[in-house]
């Protein structure tokens, strides 16, 4: 959880060497006015989701994030040298996680199925829409703050977790991936991008309640950030007062 | 009294990754005094044993040559190549020079 609070905060600094306002940003994202990944909008139901959320979401996020490392910004080149440090951790984890119960009980093993089941496709859309029809790729590929395209890194992706969903004893859920030697890369069926296009909307599985929470845990949190200030300043004053008596 | 982030300044984060090193800049954080900043700090950069010491500096504080300027502020070094001892001939045969 630390890890992924600090990935939060090491990106809004890279957005701040351009001038971004802290609290700004964070007001933009209360009032659903700036996006998040579309990842987050879908449910963890148990275990087996950390483990399923750790190999794919996070592997991924690795996958997207590497060639960011060498991106034309420093400050979010840097932020990702650290990230994907730091997501490779929760990758290896999450799969440990989900060989462990691959090889516990029948039970085990279904909710280890059922996680990877639920888990596949959303992370598929998270390198974005195809090529053809993303907004924003053209402008970021020639800036070079992208170096890869969406079509490309998911192709990436797929070609990783394959093998390894081998080594999990477990199935991905999709019955037209097969390795295609002439491409030499594995070909995978259709993204449903209606889906994909409710959840950036708002309308996915858990939008809703996930910003609420994020609200609340905001607003709940005033009266910490309320103290520390307060401290700051009496601790300020203090410092004063002795310092004039010297 | 406000809500903003802004009560809260912006710190700028160095840290020394072991004995022998200096201390290298690591990023940012925005905290509401020094003593804050440095166990942020703590919690945000050095999670894995990353560091043996921690310095905060205000961001606010940091006086920087400007980015716009670089040719003309760096440009009294600019005819001086002599101040790299590659600059100079050693006759063929001579060591440790």
Redesign the interface.
């Known amino acids: 959880m ?2 992924e609070a ?1 990935h939060g ?2 990106l809004y ?1 890279a957005a ?1 060497t351009l001038g971004a ?3 700004e940003l ?1 007001d933009l994202l209360h009032q659903g006015r700036q996006r998040y990944s579309s990842i987050f909008n879908y449910p963890t139901l148990n275990w087996a989701d950390v483990g399923a959320i750790g190999w794919l979401v996070d592997g991924a996020a690795i996958t997207n994030q590497v060639p960011l490392c060498r991106c034309s910004y420093g400050p979010y080149a ?2 990702m040298v650290r990230i994907c440090k ?1 997501e490779s951790f929760h990758q290896r984890q999450g799969f440990e996680i989900l060989h462990v119960l691959a090889h516990g009980t029948s039970a085990q093993r279904a909710m280890a199925q059922n996680a990877v089941d639920r888990w596949y496709w959303p992370s598929l859309m998270m390198f974005g829409p195809p090529d053809a029809e993303s907004a924003h790729s053209e402008q970021s590929m020639a800036y070079k703050i992208k170096r890869f395209s969406n079509d490309d890194l998911r192709q990436r992706f797929v070609d990783m977790i394959v093998p390894q969903a081998d080594a999990l004893g477990l199935t991905l859920p999709d019955p037209d991936l097969r390795w295609n030697a002439e491409r030499g890369h594995y070909d995978f069926g259709p993204i449903d991008w209606a889906e994909f296009k409710q959840v950036l909307k708002g309308n996915g599985p858990c939008n809703r309640q996930r910003l609420a929470h994020r609200r609340a845990a905001h607003a709940e949190g ?1 009266w910490v ?2 103290a ?2 307060a ?2 300043a009496k ?2 004053a203090r410092e004063e007062r002795e310092g004039s008596a010297a | ?1 406000s ?6 300044p ?1 710190w700028e984060v160095f840290v020394r990754a072991r004995r022998g090193l200096s201390h290298v800049h690591v ?7 020094a ?2 900043a440095l166990r942020n700090a703590r ?2 950069y050095t ?2 044993q990353e560091g043996v010491s921690v310095w905060v500096v205000p961001a606010a504080r940091i006086t920087a040559s400007a980015p716009e300027e670089k040719g003309a502020f760096f440009d009294p070094a600019d005819d001086k190549v002599y101040r790299h001892p590659t600059f100079y001939t050693v006759p063929e045969g001579v060591e440790h020079l």
Do not use: F, I, P
Request: proline share 0%.
């Open positions: 630390q890890d600090g905060l090491y600094s701040e306002d802290r609290a964070l840097r932020a730091e005033a950030r309320e520390a200030r401290h700051a601790r300020a | 009294m809500e903003r982030m802004d009560d809260w912006l990023g940012s954080l925005h905290a509401a005094d003593e804050h919690d945000l999670r894995r």
